[in-house]
Nanobody, 125 residues
Framework: QVQLVESGGGLVQAGGSLRLSCAYS????????MGWFRQAPGKEREFVAT????????YYADSVKGRFTISRDNAKNSVYLQMNSLKPEDTAVYYC??????????????????WGQGTQVSVSS
């Protein structure tokens, strides 16, 4: 059974950086687009970034463009989210997700059918 496991969250001051990792089991996931989403208390889950199966295409939410970078290493069955210049409004639980049977990027939550357990990112002002 394929699983996604996130790591790398924590508490950081505004302006700082964190790198999130998502390890997935099952080599077939290398053929799927992957995404990062986040959910703050009392808010809906929102799109952050997505990457195509071969890593050649990426897409970001406007709120993180220029600050966050998504990447993947299919040899290591892993996806990463480098987060720089963090702001208090970036505070949320961050989730890694695998798109259902599709290599193309997507910003829509419903296009993803496998989710990790989430990792907390807290940014203090």
């Amino acid at each position: 059974q394929v699983q996604l496991v996130e790591s790398g969250g924590g508490l950081v001051q505004a302006g700082g950086s964190l790198r999130l990792s998502c390890a997935y089991s099952g080599r077939t996931s290398n053929y799927n687009a992957m995404g990062w989403f986040r959910q703050a208390p009392g808010k809906e889950r929102e799109f952050v970034a997505t990457i195509s199966s071969n890593g050649g295409t990426t897409y970001y939410a406007d709120s993180v463009k220029g600050r966050f970078t998504i990447s993947r290493d299919n040899a290591k069955n892993s996806v990463y989210l480098q987060m720089n210049s963090l702001k208090p409004e970036d505070t949320a639980v961050y989730y890694c997700a695998r798109r259902a049977e599709n290599w193309r990027t997507s910003a829509f939550v419903n296009d993803y059918n496998l989710w990790g357990q989430g990792t907390q990112v807290s940014v203090s002002s």
